[in-house]
């Protein structure tokens, strides 16, 4: 099964990307779409409504300096569809269509700049498969979410058509570690198969891992099932076991590699105060890792919320309890810029890290209520 690196290989020319902002709220904040909360599939209901706004959104991002954009897809699956009484061959195309509208977005965005005469200024931006989680756990089993992400998955790279546009999978917005496993062992199982002799090469595209922590940002709000470790600041294991997510490249690990390994792993819906001290947290612990057991190539993803907090039972927005606004554009965009200088080390000082510390590349972006404005700033104050 070859390996897809476009990740890397923007990373390695430069270390700090901008990716998009928040895609429902802006369907419905910049152009119009209501009612998004009811549809179980979310933004993915627009796909057979009005896929043109679906292809304007990634035009919207990519024009305010987005490198990296998101498919219409994060609550997409064959049961959320059903719900709104769309079979499985039809959610299917529907699904493979958001790859098709981000695709031909980039295209035409590539060719304006190409017009304008900045076309060989202009690297190819990402496409990211935008997946989120489970949701209503209830008493699903391991084994249950692994089907599920894994059937999910499958939409996309059944089709390699489809999967040849993709050049990232962004599994988003986790509140829990064994979610996060079972996300890889379905990954593990997915690349097993197409490694088999009758399905000759197919490419594994770099994946990341994204966690949410609200209320006070200093934890995951569940721990999963009964043992499973907390993930929580200030405790003696602090965030280490989202480090033990990533492979080790070489050395004594290296027999235990997974078959399709982790390429990064972030934080997103988020409030934007609460990165320094999760990223410091993190970057220490992926540096010890790293000294102790050997090389990890991991990138490092941040996209908090544009600072509203949405009340499930309304569905409504509103600013956080105490404070009087949300924070400006300019608030929320240096607040996260200033995050870079979070993920220094003791052993970065020493020489032995790089700017970005012991990560591989940092990628910037937002998520609920970031707008393209706040893309915009965060570009323009990228280094």
């Given at each position: 099964m070859a390996s897809g690196n476009a990740l890397f290989s923007l990373l390695e020319r430069q270390p700090v990307l901008c990716a998009d902002g928040?895609?429902?709220?802006?369907?419905?904040?910049?152009?119009?779409?209501?009612?998004?909360?009811?549809?179980?599939?979310?933004?993915?209901?627009?796909?057979?409504?009005?896929?043109?706004?679906?292809?304007?959104?990634?035009?919207?991002?990519?024009?305010?300096?987005?490198?990296?954009?998101?498919?219409?897809?994060?609550?997409?699956?064959?049961?959320?569809?059903?719900?709104?009484?769309?079979?499985?061959?039809?959610?299917t195309e529907l699904m493979r269509l958001s790859i098709d509208l981000a695709d031909e977005a980039r295209s035409a965005f590539l060719e304006a700049r190409a017009a304008q005469g900045e076309g060989l200024r202009q690297a190819k931006p990402l496409i990211a498969l935008s997946l989120g989680p489970y949701g209503d756990y209830g008493a699903t089993t391991e084994d249950e979410l692994v089907e599920f992400h894994r059937e999910r998955l499958e939409v996309f790279t059944e089709s390699a058509e489809t999967w040849s546009k993709v050049?990232?999978?962004?599994?988003?917005?986790?509140?829990?570690?064994?979610?996060?496993?079972?996300?890889?062992?379905?990954?593990?199982?997915?690349?097993?198969?197409?490694?088999?002799?009758?399905?000759?090469?197919?490419?594994?595209?770099?994946?990341?891992?994204?966690?949410?922590?609200?209320?006070?940002?200093?934890?995951?709000?569940?721990?999963?099932?009964?043992?499973?470790?907390?993930?929580?600041?200030?405790?003696?294991?602090?965030?280490?076991?989202?480090?033990?997510?990533?492979?080790?490249?070489?050395?004594?690990?290296?027999?235990?590699?997974?078959?399709?390994?982790?390429?990064?792993?972030?934080?997103?819906?988020?409030?934007?105060?609460?990165?320094?001290?999760?990223?410091?947290?993190?970057?220490?612990?992926?540096?010890?890792?790293?000294?102790?057991?050997?090389p990890i190539r991991a990138a490092l993803f941040l996209e908090p919320d544009g600072g509203l907090v949405y009340d499930g039972s309304t569905r409504t927005w509103s600013t956080p309890q105490g404070e009087a606004q949300a924070a400006s554009v300019d608030k929320w965009q240096r607040e996260l810029v200033h995050t870079l200088s979070c993920t220094a080390t003791r052993r970065q000082q020493d020489g032995e890290e790089g700017k970005t510390g012991p990560w591989a590349g940092v990628v910037l972006g937002g998520c609920c209520k970031a707008t393209t404005a706040h893309i915009a700033a965060l570009r323009k104050a990228l280094p």
């Amino acid at each position: 099964m070859a390996s897809g690196n476009a990740l890397f290989s923007l990373l390695e020319r430069q270390p700090v990307l901008c990716a998009d902002g928040g895609f429902a709220t802006h369907l419905e904040d910049g152009l119009g779409v209501t009612s998004l909360g009811d549809s179980p599939v979310w933004s993915a209901s627009v796909l057979s409504e009005s896929p043109e706004l679906i292809q304007r959104t990634h035009r919207d991002f990519l024009e305010a300096g987005a490198q990296i954009i998101g498919t219409a897809t994060y609550q997409a699956c064959h049961a959320g569809f059903q719900a709104c009484d769309i079979g499985k061959a039809q959610a299917t195309e529907l699904m493979r269509l958001s790859i098709d509208l981000a695709d031909e977005a980039r295209s035409a965005f590539l060719e304006a700049r190409a017009a304008q005469g900045e076309g060989l200024r202009q690297a190819k931006p990402l496409i990211a498969l935008s997946l989120g989680p489970y949701g209503d756990y209830g008493a699903t089993t391991e084994d249950e979410l692994v089907e599920f992400h894994r059937e999910r998955l499958e939409v996309f790279t059944e089709s390699a058509e489809t999967w040849s546009k993709v050049d990232l999978i962004a599994w988003e917005t986790l509140p829990r570690l064994d979610e996060a496993r079972a996300i890889l062992r379905a990954m593990d199982e997915l690349a097993e198969r197409y490694d088999g002799p009758a399905r000759g090469s197919f490419a594994r595209k770099p994946a990341y891992i994204s966690f949410v922590f609200p209320g006070s940002g200093d934890a995951l709000p569940f721990a999963g099932r009964e043992g499973e470790a907390e993930a929580r600041l200030g405790t003696e294991r602090g965030l280490e076991p989202l480090v033990e997510l990533f492979d080790v490249q070489d050395g004594q690990a290296q027999r235990q590699r997974r078959e399709w390994g982790l390429a990064g792993i972030g934080i997103n819906c988020t409030k934007s105060q609460y990165l320094p001290a999760l990223v410091s947290e993190l970057s220490l612990r992926l540096s010890e890792r790293i000294h102790r057991e050997g090389p990890i190539r991991a990138a490092l993803f941040l996209e908090p919320d544009g600072g509203l907090v949405y009340d499930g039972s309304t569905r409504t927005w509103s600013t956080p309890q105490g404070e009087a606004q949300a924070a400006s554009v300019d608030k929320w965009q240096r607040e996260l810029v200033h995050t870079l200088s979070c993920t220094a080390t003791r052993r970065q000082q020493d020489g032995e890290e790089g700017k970005t510390g012991p990560w591989a590349g940092v990628v910037l972006g937002g998520c609920c209520k970031a707008t393209t404005a706040h893309i915009a700033a965060l570009r323009k104050a990228l280094p």
